[in-house]
C-alpha cells in the first residue's frame, strides 16, 4: 500500500511564501510523475505543476514564474515552493503521483490559505 503525506499548508499574508513537501511511503512503485495539484472552494482540481522522473517539469499558467516543483527522487518526495502568493492561490494543494502503468495515488490534501 502507498501513501502520500503532504505537509507545509498555513496562513500566509499576500506576497509571501510557503513550501508543501509530499512523502511517499509504503510498497512505493516507481512513479513516472510526481505533482501539486489544488482545489478551491466550489471549482475543480486543478494541476499546478509536476515533474517527470527525466525531470521535465509542467506548470499551470497562473503559477508559473512565482511557483517551483523539485523531486528529491532518492526520498520519494515532491516539493513545491510557492513564492508571491495570492488570495486567488487559496486551495487545497493535493500531491499526486502517477506510475508506469497509470496507477493515480493522491495525498490527503494540504490547506493553502492567503489572507491578509
Known amino acids: 500500500q502507498v501513501q502520500l503525506a503532504e505537509s507545509g499548508g498555513g496562513l500566509v499574508q499576500p506576497g509571501g511564501s510557503l513550501r508543501l513537501s509530499c512523502a511517499a511511503s509504503?510498497?512505493?512503485?516507481?512513479?513516472?510523475?510526481m505533482g501539486w495539484f489544488r482545489q478551491a472552494p466550489g471549482k475543480q482540481r486543478q494541476l499546478v505543476a509536476d515533474?517527470?522522473?527525466?525531470?521535465?517539469?509542467n506548470y499551470a499558467d497562473s503559477v508559473k514564474g512565482r511557483f517551483t516543483i523539485s523531486r528529491e527522487e532518492a526520498k520519494n518526495t515532491v516539493y513545491l515552493q510557492m513564492n508571491s502568493l495570492k488570495p486567488e492561490d487559496t486551495a487545497i494543494y493535493y500531491c499526486n503521483a502517477i506510475t508506469a502503468t497509470k496507477h493515480n495515488y493522491w495525498g490527503q490534501g494540504t490547506q493553502v490559505t492567503v489572507s491578509s
Open positions: 509504503g510498497s512505493i512503485p516507481f512513479f513516472t510523475v
Open positions: 515533474q517527470t522522473s527525466g525531470g521535465s517539469t
